[in-house]
Nanobody, 125 residues
Framework: QVHLEESGGGLVQAGGSLRLSCAAS????????VAWFRQAPGEERESVAA????????YYIRSVKGRFTISRDDAKNTVYLQMNSLKPEDTAIYYC??????????????????WGHGTQVTVSS
């Protein structure tokens, strides 16, 4: 199990940008796929983006494609989520999660054991 800590959230106007970071410790980070999830008040958690172990494959939900970019720097044990052209509907708490298998992150999220505590993103209109 890897320890995760998010940072980079904040308040931004619509159309602005933020970069979230997910810093890992405790295990060999390169052995883990990583995903970003978000949860808005009163709504279910949803996956936003994911990246596989080597960073060669990325996945995005339709609503953020072309605006968000997930990337990883294994030398720094960090995964990033660059968020551009932010919209008020992007407002949520953003969490990162890690698992040795990206399939688990994408389809069996209840089995994921490594989660960060979240970082708030608020987009004003």
């Amino acid at each position: 199990q890897v320890h995760l800590e998010e940072s980079g959230g904040g308040l931004v106007q619509a159309g602005g940008s933020l970069r979230l970071s997910c810093a890992a410790s405790g295990q060999t980070f390169s052995n883990y796929a990583v995903a970003w999830f978000r949860q808005a008040p009163g709504e279910e958690r949803e996956s936003v983006a994911a990246i596989n172990k080597r960073g060669g494959s990325t996945y995005y939900i339709r609503s953020v494609k072309g605006r968000f970019t997930i990337s990883r720097d294994d030398a720094k044990n960090t995964v990033y989520l660059q968020m551009n052209s932010l919209k008020p509907e992007d407002t949520a708490i953003y969490y990162c999660a890690a698992d040795p298998r990206i399939d688990t992150l994408l389809t069996e999220v209840r089995r994921v054991k490594s989660w960060g505590h979240g970082t708030q993103v608020t987009v004003s209109s």
